[in-house]
C-alpha cells in the first residue's frame, strides 16, 4: 500500500502541477488540465482498489 500509495500522491502532484501552469482565468483553457487531473486521480484510486481486491498487495505493504 505504500508504493500504491507514493504513486497516488506523484500522479496528485504532477496534476497538480498541471493546473498550476496551464489554468488561467479562461474556463475554457481550464477544462483539458480539470479533465487530466480527473483522470489521473480516477486512475490511480482504480489502481489501487483493483490491486487490493485481487491481492496483488504484499503483506507489507497493507498498512
Known amino acids: 500500500m505504500r508504493i500504491a500509495l507514493q504513486a497516488l500522491c506523484a500522479m496528485i502532484?504532477?496534476?497538480?502541477?498541471?493546473l498550476l501552469f496551464m489554468a488561467t482565468l479562461d474556463v475554457r483553457s481550464m477544462l483539458w488540465p480539470l479533465l487530466a487531473y480527473a483522470f489521473l486521480t480516477t486512475w490511480a484510486l482504480l489502481t489501487v482498489v483493483v490491486r487490493r481486491i485481487m491481492g496483488?498487495?504484499?503483506p507489507s505493504d497493507t498498512y
Do not use: D, T
Not at 502532484?13 to 498541471?18: Q, R, T
Open 56 to 58: 496483488e498487495a504484499e
Open 13 to 18: 502532484g504532477a496534476a497538480l502541477l498541471v
